[in-house]
């Protein structure tokens, strides 16, 4: 089946714009994250789903990062008044319930300009 | 601050040179083990995984053992090919988000 969509795959913005980043899990999966990809770096940990619930946002960087699963499958993370310092590419990753494999998206990569 | 410290590259081998790239964890308990790697222009796949003390993970002639003792979960290839080319990361499970090291570049020439 498919796998995990992102979308846009390649986002610009101007210091200051909001932006929204999508992701499409794997049909079914209970369990949806964000991660961070600095360049050079390995992903870091924003937030975790399971189903439309929010389990843990620990990683979220600043208030101005905001994560959303309404119906339990679609995710949209916001980042409002962007900086230059959250330019990355944003990983979406979805996993069946009782799985340990984390399926990846392809990424969005943000550039703050 | 970051709980999983792996080889930082780049490295570049010839064809069927022998590749070992450590990978050692801090946790609480025993966490799952797992390698990702990320070929040029794809997204992050994973390689092999262990979920437990002394269990060894194996795909694509790579392996790597759960050591316990050592904290470490170190990834081996015997002979690599060009198509081996691309950044490894280990990471770890727990509480169901993963911790990632900084990962590898691996250039394999022919």
């Known amino acids: 089946g498919a796998g995990v969509s992102q979308s846009p795959r390649y986002k610009v913005a101007k210091r200051g714009q909001d932006v929204a980043l999508r992701c499409d899990p794997i049909?079914?999966?209970?369990?949806l994250f964000w991660y961070q990809q600095a360049l050079g770096q390995g992903p870091e940990f924003l937030t975790y789903?399971?189903?439309?619930?929010?389990?843990?946002k620990s990683g979220l960087p600043s208030d101005r990062f905001f994560a959303e699963r309404p119906e339990g499958s679609v995710s949209t993370l916001k980042i409002q008044r962007t900086q230059q310092e959250d330019s990355a590419v944003y990983l979406c990753?979805?996993?069946?319930?009782?799985?340990?494999?984390?399926?990846f998206g392809p990424g969005t990569r943000l550039t703050v300009t | 601050g970051n709980s999983v410290t792996q080889m930082e590259g780049p490295v570049t081998l010839s064809e069927e040179a022998f590749l070992t790239i450590n990978c050692t964890y801090t946790?609480?308990?025993?966490?799952?083990l797992f390698w990702y790697v990320q070929y040029p222009g794809e997204g992050l796949q994973l390689l092999l995984k262990?979920?437990?003390?002394?269990d060894k993970g194996s795909n694509k002639g790579f392996e790597a053992t759960y050591r316990k003792e050592t904290t470490s979960f170190h990834l081996e290839k015997g002979s690599v090919q060009v198509s081996d080319s691309a950044v490894y990361f280990c990471?770890?499970?727990?509480?169901?988000?993963?911790?990632f090291g900084k990962g590898m570049k691996l250039t394999v020439n022919p």
């Open positions: 990471a770890r499970g727990g509480s169901e988000k993963l911790v």
């Open positions: 049909s079914g999966h209970v369990s």
């Open positions: 990753a979805s996993k069946r319930r009782g799985g340990y494999e984390q399926y």
């Open positions: 946790a609480t308990g025993y966490p799952s």
């Open positions: 262990a979920t437990k003390a002394d």
């Open positions: 789903f399971q189903n439309e619930a929010q389990l843990d």
